[in-house]
Structure formats: C-alpha cells, structure tokens
C-alpha cells in the first residue's frame, strides 16, 4: 500500500510563488514505476487534474497552467514536487498527488490509485 503526503501550502499574495511536496510513504520500493500528478479542488468546483509524470519522465499539463507551474520528481526521495509561480486568485484550491501504477498521463481522477489528503494552496489578490 502507498501512502502520499503533501506539504507546502499556504497563503500567499498575487504573483507570488509555492513549492509543493508529496513524499510517499509505505510500500514505498518501487516509486520510481509509479505514474504521480497532481490535481486541485477549489470550492463549489469538480476536481481537475494539474500536471503529471510517468515513471520515465514524461510530462503532462493542463494547457492553461504549464506557463507557470512545473511538476518534476525526485525517486531517491520517493517525493513528487510542484513549483508555481506567477500564482492567481484562481489557482487557490486544495492540492492532491495522487499515483497509479502505470505510465498512462490521464487527468481522470478514477484511473488514480492512491490519494493523499490534501494541501491547501490560498492565494490572495
């Protein structure tokens, strides 16, 4: 079983910027063949997915972010990461990882095994 934990939410004003972290934990030895993303929720609003990346590298983003955030991982320390910049209004929300074991970057939340718990992301205009 894989456990995924963020870190690294907050508030922060306009234009400002946020490392996320997602370190998994648990059956943990064979991270590097897990596809992570992550994915937000913002209230009243469905959950959609942000970026992801495959146990090769590979990268996928919603169109509208990948001008400001870059997902990138780190398989020693079992850690997915999330860098945002130039953050909006808009982009306050709750931040998950989530991880599958496969190489398909889809931002269906159904095809995602695992979830964290959340971390929430304010930003403030």
């Known amino acids: 079983q894989l456990q995924l934990v963020e870190s690294g939410g907050g508030s922060v004003q306009a234009a400002g910027s946020l490392r996320l972290s997602c370190a998994a934990t648990?059956?943990?030895?064979?991270?590097?063949?897990?596809?992570i993303a992550w994915f937000r929720q913002a209230p009243g609003k469905e959950r959609e997915g942000v970026a992801a990346?495959?146990?090769?590298?590979?990268?996928r983003y919603e169109d509208s972010l990948k001008d400001r955030f870059i997902i990138t991982r780190d398989n020693t320390k079992k850690t997915l990461y999330l860098q945002m910049n130039s953050l909006k209004p808009d982009d306050t929300a709750m931040y998950y990882c989530?991880?599958?074991?496969?190489?398909?970057?889809?931002?269906?939340?159904?095809?995602?095994?695992?979830w964290g718990q959340g971390t929430q992301v304010t930003v403030s205009s």
């Open positions: 990346i495959s146990r090769d590298g590979a990268t």
């Open positions: 989530a991880a599958h074991w496969g190489v398909r970057l889809t931002f269906s939340a159904s095809l995602w095994d695992y």
């Open positions: 648990g059956y943990t030895s064979s991270f590097s063949a897990y596809s």
